[in-house]
């Protein structure tokens, strides 16, 4: 076989896989967006629910002074009402 039949052969081939390089290229770079996407967006959905556990903390905080004033203020009112039950049975 001469030199010029077997590039003659090689050609088409290496054609071939140059282009299913490029194409894997292509196939590649869209994974690689798809996959900075979802990055992206599970970086977003942890940041939002980093936020949303610090406030349902600071709910709490609050839902417990909230508690404990109101526990107060009924000490202070049942107080209050003793008072006037007394002034009102004398």
């Known amino acids: 076989m001469t030199p010029d039949r077997r590039l003659d052969q090689i050609e088409p081939l290496l054609a071939e896989h140059s282009a299913q390089f490029d ?4 196939q590649l770079r869209r994974i690689a967006s798809g996959i900075q996407l979802m990055t992206d967006s599970i970086n977003q959905q942890s940041d939002s629910i980093t936020f949303l556990l610090k406030e349902q903390a600071e709910m709490k905080s609050d839902i417990a ?11 202070t009112l049942t ?4 008072i006037l039950q007394g002034r009102s049975d004398n």
């Open 65 to 75: 002074q909230m508690k404990q004033v109101q526990a107060q203020q009924g000490e």
């Open 79 to 82: 107080a209050i009402l003793n």
């Open 23 to 26: 194409l894997h290229t292509a």
